[in-house]
């Protein structure tokens, strides 16, 4: 009897889900051990070792060792869910049938009769498996626990169905993953061209817009700072929207679009609609440092550790969040000063050379930018609410 009823169910399938543990069905397979002097760090046959499970190999055999192997020994067949049993418990790799090895012991999968269970159901019972594992310095899966394992199990027909479903989701979530890449390297490639000047934009009567002109980032920005503010002024119920240098670092895209609140007005420094916002310090890497931030809101407090950049005229703040965060990225990182704690102020960078457009064309650059970015996001909240609805699958098929 199973020991619990999954929430959801296809209708045409009314069978009872019956419990078994791992040990009926199957046993524990591995493959022979490989010592390390058998391995080179290239060749004919990848070797996977705990390390390198589902990632690049770092070690290879022969072909010809590989063929005695798989000839005398326990192979995995296509289709087969490798475990690790070592390290990280419970990383799961399909074997695609190419020529691969797998170290022993640490990496191990269920050799079983595919009339009892499928292994295509059999990838979806172990996501949701909570494994025994033996502490030590190194956790590991031993045989003994693997096969005690409690899954439960309807017929082969509902496996398919549920199998085939999930699958469905999965290509899903591989298509929005690949969407993301697609278009954040697509952005990345228009950054390029448009703050190189290899794509220029033209005025609405196709006329062009004017050069851009060379100039200090202190003959086009004034520098302000934030002031005394902490997480122990903000609360809940505040009246006023105020920003940590912290949050500079985690919101995304360049512009601001969530602040947080406090009561007291009288610390931070206000800031002006317009304004462009890079922290002061970091415990990480100079890299940090490099992430400018728009801010199109008068009167969001600022704390502490923030450099605040006023236009000494006019110009698009969104603009020079993407060209200092992206193309000058590394030369503006190469301004930070410390080991321990990275500090850059604007008196070490208000020399660096930046480019000043138009500000029509900065507006232009920005505006197409940002739609970029809307998209992106568009397409990671569609990523997400998939995998969501992924989630709740599992926990309503596999209770």
């Known amino acids: 009897m199973s020991r619990l009823e999954p929430i959801l169910r296809f209708p045409e399938f009314t069978g009872e889900w019956q419990e078994r543990r791992l040990g009926e069905v199957g046993s524990v397979a591995m493959c022979k051990r490989i010592f390390k002097n058998q391995t080179k760090p290239s060749g004919d046959v990848p070797f996977y070792t705990i390390g390198t499970f589902g990632k690049n190999p770092s070690a290879f055999i022969d072909k010809r060792l590989f063929d005695e192997y798989i000839g005398k020994y326990l192979f995995p067949k296509k289709g087969d869910i490798l475990v690790s049993a070592s390290g990280t418990i419970g990383r799961l790799v399909v074997y695609d049938g190419e020529p691969a090895y797998f170290q022993d012991s640490n990496i191990i999968w269920l050799q079983h009769n595919e009339d009892l269970i499928l292994n295509t159901f059999l990838k979806y019972v172990y996501s949701r498996t909570n494994w025994i594992v033996e502490s030590s310095t190194m956790p590991r899966l031993y045989n003994s626990n693997f096969l005690a394992t409690k899954i439960d199990l309807p017929g082969i027909e509902e496996q398919q169905k549920i199998a085939a479903f999930l699958a469905a989701v999965d290509k899903r979530v591989a298509l929005l993953e690949r969407k993301v890449q697609q278009l954040e390297a697509y952005k990345r490639g228009v950054i390029q061209q448009l703050f190189s000047q290899q794509l220029r934009f033209t005025r609405p009567d196709g006329s062009h817009f004017p050069v851009w002109q060379e100039k200090r980032l202190g003959e086009v920005f004034d ?139 900065q507006q232009k650059i920005a505006e197409v930018l940002s739609a970029l970015d809307e998209k992106i996001a568009l397409t990671r909240r569609q990523l997400d609410k998939t995998k969501q609805f992924k989630k709740g699958l599992l926990q309503g098929m596999f209770v």
């Not at 500079?248 to 895209?253: E, G, K, M, Q």
């Not at 890497?285 to 009167?299: K, V």
Request: glycine share 10%.
């Open 223 to 361: 520098a302000a700072r934030g002031s005394s503010l902490s997480w122990g002024d903000i609360e809940a119920d505040g009246k006023n929207k105020a920003i940590l240098y912290g949050q500079l670092y985690t919101i995304y895209p360049e512009v601001v679009s969530q602040v947080v609140s406090r009561t007291n007005s009288n610390k931070g420094t206000p800031s002006k609609n317009g304004d462009l916002l890079l922290p002061n310090s970091t415990t990480t890497t100079g890299i940090d440092l490099a992430n400018a931030t728009a801010l199109n809101e008068d009167g969001v407090l600022l704390g502490g550790d923030i450099t605040i950049l006023r236009f000494k005229e006019t110009g698009s703040s969104i603009f020079y969040a993407y060209y200092l965060s992206h193309f000058m990225k590394y030369k503006l990182a190469a301004y930070g000063q410390g080991s321990t704690i990275v500090h850059m102020y604007f008196s070490q960078y208000k020399n660096m050379k930046i480019v000043e457009p138009s500000v029509a064309e």
